[in-house]
């Protein structure tokens, strides 16, 4: 059976020879190089206890210095799975996801053809380069030299000219090559109204584009001419290239990486060529398209984590942004992308020519994850001063993550989300640190006076008054908790209320501070339960009156659960904001001549019973105070008995 051309070519460049190898072996982590794809373990051919088998996971060649055995992925499966040569290709195209194409009878006629095109291709790489050097190309010689290339530079990129009156098609056929080879090449093409084929490339300079193994693929041009139709032109598509599963200077760019040179993506060829001669050598361009899939999987077998250097205009802004999307669904653990993002107006070589190359070598120092990138190109430029506009980013950064594969990268990817929404979102960050050291200035220096005058008469009596609320405010905790876990839909709704909660038990703390990280994981409670420990899960939910608790008999049902979250918060916060309030007024009362402060703890304790009224039909427990609300007898009398105990020290001090 014959396979179509570029089929294998396509095969090797989706699948990565570590993983495949990595099945039968165990690698010798002292040696081996992960990052690099530099790779060593026991061959699995013959029997040894030293590493000396080699994998080279960004070429795709293996080779054992011990028995000589090497090949690619399919010599691999061949060898160790016993299968002939399509069955391993078969395998394969399964585990990379590629349907295996139907025979085709023209499969080596095909082949014939790309080797033609390719001995055609290296013929018009070697004619541009000599037009560089006549008497037209003066212009072009002049415009490279102004963009500090040397002759040396152009040499090494192979850069040449195409002159505006063309001559390619002449020169090739003028050498008897056949002139629909020519126009299969993508250099010339055949004119729409009938007449005879032309030259595609005129006018322009030419930049050869070579693939991976180092093949003349195709052409780029740039015209200097500021009325041409396109600044840049790149070949058609054809049996050698297709632009959309290319890089330029993808196998220099390979061979840098292997040698720990970060792996750089710019935008266009000249982006790469300053970048490279400033000692960047690691740096490809996609050819006059948004960055594919395809693309996306060449970069990662060349390096584990890329940095995007696009342009700092909206455009090249545009085109970072739309990164995001392709790669989200691709990622996988250790495999990510960067973003070094060029000053405003400015590519890299002219970065590099106006602040240098460390200017440069700082702003890829810098790159941003992508994660933050995702996260300005949602919240830049607008403003969430509603809670529509709050849900409504919610909304569009779960359907990002959910776009992630990986289980592990989403929920990780979710908590540093959710970290980000804290630093926009949280009102912890309007003023409330220095209004809080300020409170605690107060507070020390009315502590002398404190314990000298009203601390021996009112510590009992409010120990007597906390121990009756702090096992009831601790079982309102574990119910709102235990509610958020059962019906975690609720969370973002709740989330300004989960993060001012105070929760006096640090277990509860624990469990407040996890549900508000992992609110936008797909599974909250095994989160939770990984971050703080199953036991301290367990702990919570053996309290005994959980288990008839509407919103737990009845999890997931997100109307019952607003409701009841909605009563225990407003219940549990309007509880502690009194109880504040009485302390603040204990705080002040020395040294108080009136009835203001008295009277103050007397209308918070009133709000205290308003806040805290039971719907219950059982008033065994409870009695009706003057102001007709429905009080617990127990809190009543504790705070009728501090009152007293607080009008009596003044009448002493009076």
């Known amino acids: 059976m014959s396979l179509p051309p570029g089929f294998l070519d396509e095969l090797r460049t989706r699948l990565s020879l570590g993983q495949v190898v990595g099945r039968k072996v165990m690698w010798d982590t002292r040696k081996s190089n992960q990052g690099k794809g530099d790779l060593w373990a026991p061959c699995p051919f013959h029997q040894e206890k030293s590493a000396s088998f080699h994998v080279d996971d960004r070429k795709g060649f293996y080779y054992c210095f011990g028995c000589h055995a090497k090949g690619d992925a399919i010599t691999f499966v061949r060898e160790t799975e016993n299968v002939d040569f399509m069955e391993a290709v078969k395998i394969l195209a399964g585990e990379a996801g590629m349907p295996v194409p139907a025979s085709d009878p023209r499969a080596q006629e095909k082949a014939d053809l790309r080797s033609q095109l390719g001995e055609v291709m290296e013929q018009a790489v070697q004619w541009h380069r000599l037009q560089l050097q006549t008497g037209p190309a003066a212009e072009s010689r002049d415009y490279l030299a102004r963009r ?37 090449a993508g250099l010339a093409a055949e004119s729409d109204r009938g007449g005879s084929p032309y030259d595609r490339f005129r006018g322009r300079i030419i930049f050869p584009i070579r693939d991976g193994r180092g093949r003349a693929i195709g052409l780029g041009g740039r015209s200097l001419d500021p009325n041409a139709r396109a600044k840049y032109l790149n070949s058609p598509e054809t049996p050698l290239f297709d632009k959309g599963r290319s890089l330029y200077n993808h196998g220099p760019a390979r061979e840098a990486a292997g040698k720990g040179k970060p792996l750089i993506v710019a935008e266009g060829y000249m982006d790469v060529i300053a970048l ?57 653990a250790g495999q990510s992308l960067r973003f070094a993002l060029m000053p405003e107006g400015m590519d890299p070589d002219d970065l590099i020519k106006a602040q240098g190359k460390g200017a440069m070598q700082a702003l890829l120092d810098a790159a941003i994850p992508m994660v933050q990138l995702l996260w300005r190109r949602e919240t830049e430029g607008k403003t969430f001063d509603s809670p529509e506009r709050k849900a409504a980013l919610d909304k569009v950064l779960r359907e990002k993550i959910k776009l992630i594969a990986d289980p592990s990268i989403r929920n990780h990817y979710g908590e540093a989300v959710k970290e980000m929404r804290w630093q926009l979102f949280s009102p912890r960050k309007q003023g409330g640190g220095g209004a809080k050291r300020g409170a605690q200035k107060a507070w020390a220096r009315g502590q002398e006076s404190w314990q000298r005058d009203i601390a021996p008469v009112t510590t009992s009596k409010m120990s007597e008054l906390g121990s009756g609320m702090a096992d009831e405010d601790h079982m309102r905790e574990a119910v709102i908790l235990a509610t958020l876990l059962h019906t975690p839909a609720v969370i973002v709704a709740f989330e300004a209320d989960i993060e001012r909660m105070e929760c006096r038990d640090p277990n509860h703390a624990r469990l407040r501070d996890a549900v508000l990280r992992y609110a936008l994981s797909d599974d909250v409670k095994a989160a939770v339960a990984q971050d703080v420990g199953v036991e301290t899960l367990e702990k919570l939910m053996s309290s005994p009156h959980l288990a008839i608790t509407p919103s737990i008999r009845r999890a997931g049902d997100t109307a019952i659960a607003r409701l009841l979250l909605s009563e225990e918060l407003g219940k549990l916060m309007a509880r502690r904001g009194h109880m504040r309030e009485i302390s603040d007024g204990m705080d002040e009362i020395h040294g108080v001549t009136d009835e203001s402060t008295t009277w103050r703890l007397a209308r918070a304790a009133a709000s205290i019973d308003t806040s805290i009224r039971k719907d219950t039909d059982d008033s065994a427990d409870y009695e009706t105070a003057k102001n007709g609300v429905l009080l617990n007898k127990d809190e009543r009398s504790a705070f009728d008995s501090l009152l007293e105990s607080l009008s009596a020290d003044k009448v002493k001090k009076k």
């Open 148 to 184: 500090g290339l040397s002759l040396e530079a152009q040499a090494r990129w192979e850069i040449g000219f195409a002159p505006a009156n063309g001559g390619i098609l002449a020169h090739l056929t003028g050498k008897g090559v056949a002139q629909k080879l020519v126009i299969d």
């Open 276 to 332: 490279s001669e400033a000692g960047f050598e690691a740096c490809v361009a996609p050819l006059g398209t948004a960055i594919t899939e395809d693309q996306l999987r060449l970069l990662w077998r060349i390096a584990p984590e890329p940095i995007i250097a696009l342009d700092g205009d909206t455009a090249g802004l545009r085109a970072a942004m739309r990164v995001i999307d392709i790669a989200l669904p691709l990622l996988e």
